[in-house]
T-cell receptor, first 113, second 117 residues
Framework: DTGVSQDPRHKITKRGQNVTFRCDPI?????LYWYRQTLGQGPEFLTY????????KSRLLSDRFSAERPKGSFSTLEIQRTEQGDSAMYLC???????????FGPGTRLTVT | AQKITQTQPGMFVQEKEAVTLDCTYD???????LFWYKQPSSGEMIFLIY??????QNATEGRYSLNFQKARKSANLVISASQLGDSAMYFC??????????????FGKGTRLSVIA
């Protein structure tokens, strides 16, 4: 069991570019969450998958954001036409069934210049 | 609406001493879960301890214990025998619907703990 992994760990991009992040949850974890954390704040929920179905999206997830989880395994989070306000740490977490514990990955730190 | 409040932006504690990090919450649900996570400078969120709203005993995990006062809606984290490696950000979080709920975690703003040798 290798834990939740995220790729890349760091991403620097210019404003207006598109970026895509990947999250590999712990195997057999059917629930997957994306959070965003800005400096000095706690993580804020973005979206949630149960298997391949995207069940909930936060109002923080504007039209420029899209997330997928094909086949209920890894997930991708894409941000189109990045803005400086998108600079943040993007955290992925997974959870098994009805277990209470949610395991987080190391995060992807995005810097938009 | 859920809300988590952590009123201590920063705390200092002497090595080997105990420290309490405060957390209050607000929810209209009867079934909910409370969590504490540790975030070192590396950025990864590390799960520490969980308390369910129906649990009668306070949760304990090694040097961590959760002081759960339901009537006051508080869920303070107590770290005993602090170590230098405990220096980190600590986040309190809540999920409505209990342990099996589908709702995501809602986090407070965190408390930065610094352990002094």
């Amino acid at each position: 069991d290798t834990g939740v992994s995220q790729d890349p760990r760091h991403k620097i991009t210019k404003r207006g570019q598109n970026v895509t992040f990947r999250c590999d949850p712990i195997s057999e974890h059917n629930r997957l969450y994306w959070y965003r954390q800005t400096l000095g704040q706690g993580p804020e929920f973005l979206t949630y998958f149960q298997n391949e179905a995207q069940l909930e999206k936060s109002r923080l997830l504007s039209d420029r954001f899209s997330a997928e989880r094909p086949k209920g395994s890894f997930s991708t989070l894409e941000i189109q036409r990045t803005e400086q306000g998108d600079s943040a740490m993007y955290l992925c977490a997974s959870r098994r069934g009805t277990a209470y514990e949610q395991y987080f990955g190391p995060g992807t730190r995005l810097t938009v210049t | 609406a859920q809300k988590i409040t952590q009123t201590q932006p920063g705390m200092f504690v002497q090595e080997k001493e105990a420290v309490t990090l405060d957390c209050t919450y607000d929810t209209s649900d009867q079934s909910y879960g409370l969590f504490w996570y540790k975030q070192p400078s590396s950025g990864e969120m590390i799960f520490l301890i969980y308390q369910g709203s129906y649990d009668e005993q306070n949760a304990t995990e090694g040097r961590y214990s959760l002081n759960f006062q339901k009537a006051r809606k508080s869920a303070n984290l107590v770290i005993s025998a602090s170590q230098l490696g405990d220096s980190a950000m600590y986040f309190c979080a809540m999920r409505e619907g209990g342990s099996s709920g589908n709702t995501p975690l809602v986090f407070g703003k965190g408390t930065r703990l610094s352990v002094i040798a």
